[in-house]
């Protein structure tokens, strides 16, 4: 049975939007806080080997990037990762290997974890992590947290987000104050 995992950066106050669409004005705002140490926090999450689960926006994004981003431990794994992706679009999944999940998307990701493979990674695709939380589908959640307000921007929790409970499991922090905290999913919240 496979792991699925979500990663996500994100400011102090929620805002996970890394691009000046919408009016927001504060794209790229976690390259400040990039080193070497860093990256290499990040690829160790990441894991060797894992296949990844995206809503079409940031497959989209992320397609236009990576294939190009050159020799690099995080590009190659991204690159060869199969891609699952949530589209309405399916003949249009070039950066490959990539799968449509279907109009059952809940459906063909309990079947993913239920098979043999690498752990599943969702990153961005905040629509897709809110219902896999809600769903008690998200084993783990990695947050990087970075010692920003932006005060605007797409958030990573939305107001219709379903109270779950989340356990502790590790922190560590990088010399720019980016702290990434891992938590286990324990289930519905309880009162």
């Known amino acids: ?25 504060h794209g ?20 060797s080997r894992f296949d990844l689960l995206l809503g079409r926006r940031t497959y989209d994004a992320w397609a ?4 190009q981003a050159g020799d690099s431990p995080m590009a190659n794994g991204l690159n060869a990762a199969t891609k699952y992706v949530a589209t309405h679009r399916p003949e ?4 490959g290997p990539a799968q449509d999940l279907g109009t059952d998307v809940l459906a063909h990701i309990r079947l993913l974890k239920a098979t043999a493979g690498p752990d599943l990674l969702v990153c961005g695709s905040s629509t897709l ?22 005060g605007q921007g797409k958030r990573f929790f939305a107001n219709q987000a379903t109270p779950c ?7 560590q922090a990088t010399s720019t104050g980016v702290l990434l905290n891992t938590y286990r999913y324990v289930g519905p919240l309880r009162a």
């Open 1 to 25: 049975m496979r792991k699925l995992r979500i990663i996500e950066h994100t400011s102090l106050d929620g805002v996970i939007q890394h691009d000046n669409s919408d009016g927001f004005a």
């Open 28 to 47: 790229n705002w976690t390259t400040p806080y990039r080193t070497p140490a860093g990256l290499a926090a990040v690829v160790e999450i990441y894991g």
């Open 64 to 67: 236009t990037f990576w294939p």
């Open 92 to 95: 249009s999944l070039d950066w």
């Open 129 to 150: 992590t809110t219902l896999l939380l809600e769903q008690g589908l998200a084993d783990e959640l990695v947050l990087l947290v970075y010692p920003v307000l932006l």
């Open 165 to 171: 409970e989340l356990a502790f499991v590790s922190s």
